[in-house]
């Protein structure tokens, strides 16, 4: 089945002009997907916390629904997801649009991702600081926010940034429902230039420079505020 | 075609053979070259080492979309007289590699140095050190990660139905265009996704505690 090629490697035949006249289509979509990811990021994040502290709340009532969300959401694909929020929220009356389809799917999706993230932080708090907390006569609040979920947040720090970059990558699927994001403005500059592997070669450059840019800015946010002040 | 009934479900398995199918073959391709990637990536060669850190920066860097349009459009372009569903394979074969590298690269630096220096000093050659004494234990460090990586691997696949190719998603697709039950089509689907990414989640988490108790 795998022949060698039949007229030799056409790579000098590749035009990239065609895609570079493009420019304005392309930042439009890079921007785009930069707003997406970080609504999604943001709403992900809030997912994870609020999940987190239903978890720990100790009724079953809560605890229950958020283990079952992140089992199912972290065992079935993302595009599955995707289309089933698509094609089913209309069904029940909601039409969103796929803007905002595509936000509610990216935070879902990476909310269930976070809530196990932070959970394994929050796990690794020693018993002692909680109780050290307890005998201080903090509230519960302030306990969990405080002596919990702030350490917890710093320790997984690095896993819940390598999470949002895979968000921010995972967004690219959400062509796939016409959001407006760099993959689409991709596929709309494809279908009128027959210009495939240009296309998306130059697509995939960009998008290794949003993970670049999203990871700069994560760590920089994270030597800010998410890290202890002696290290 | 107007209710999900037993030949729409047979359909949608028809799809499930390829998505097992195309997860099995590009997750041992992918182990193969991983492998490789991994050794390239702990080599003391700094130039091999470079190549290995770029490629799987590149990999993990990139949407999988990307890779599948890339790879797919690419080797058509080189005119390689190839199925589109193996230029999906290989364009997963590749994906994996990149990321299994990565996992196992972290499991043989997470091993004792002792482990390495003993084995210098037993004498033994690169083979044999790494065939006896580090790849067995960096398995067994590394297996809670490559079963996730597995799971992410089975899920991924659903995109080779954005490149046409008919697994379970893309069946799913076009069962829901021909009877307009998508809430039902899309929750089947989604239900076989989770029924065999499940068992193999909770095998991961299983041996992850199993290895934090040491044993």
Known sequence: ?231 | MDKFGFPEFLFLLQGLKWTVLLTIISFVGGGIIGLVIALARVSPVKTIQRAATAYIALFQGTPLLMQLFVIYYGLALMSFNIDAWVAVSIAYTAHASAFLGDIWRGAIQSLPKGQIEASNALALGYVSRMRDIVLPQALKISLPATIGFAVQLTKGTSLAAIVGFVELARAGQIVSNLIFQPLLVFGVVGAIYFFICWPMSILGSHLERKLSLGY
């Open chain 1, 1 to 231: 089945m795998f022949l060698w090629p039949k007229q030799g490697i056409s790579l000098n035949k590749l035009n990239y002009s065609i895609v570079i006249e493009r420019w304005e289509d392309l930042l439009n979509g890079v921007l785009f997907t930069l707003a997406l990811s970080a609504a999604g990021i943001f709403l992900a994040l809030v997912i994870g916390v609020v999940g987190v502290a239903m978890h720990r709340s100790g009724s079953g009532m809560l605890r229950v629904p958020v283990v079952m969300f992140v089992e199912l959401i972290r065992n079935t694909p993302f595009l599955v997801q995707i289309f089933f929020l698509f094609f089913a929220l209309p069904l029940v009356g909601i039409r969103l649009g796929p803007t905002v389809t595509a936000i509610i799917a990216l935070a879902i999706n990476g909310g269930a991702y976070s809530i196990e993230i932070i959970r394994g932080g929050v796990d690794s708090i020693p018993r002692g600081q909680i109780e050290a907390g307890a005998a201080l006569g903090l509230s519960r609040r302030q306990i969990f926010g405080d002596i919990i979920l702030i350490p917890a947040l710093r320790a997984v720090y690095p896993a819940l940034s390598s999470q949002f970059i895979l968000l921010t990558l995972t967004s690219s699927v959400c062509s796939s429902i016409s959001a407006n994001e760099l993959t689409h403005v991709a596929q709309r500059i494809e279908s009128e230039t027959f210009r495939s592997f240009e296309v998306y070669f130059t697509i995939t450059g960009l998008y290794l420079l949003i993970s670049w840019l999203i990871m700069a800015a994560l760590s920089t946010l994270g030597n800010r505020h998410f890290s202890y002040p002696n290290q």
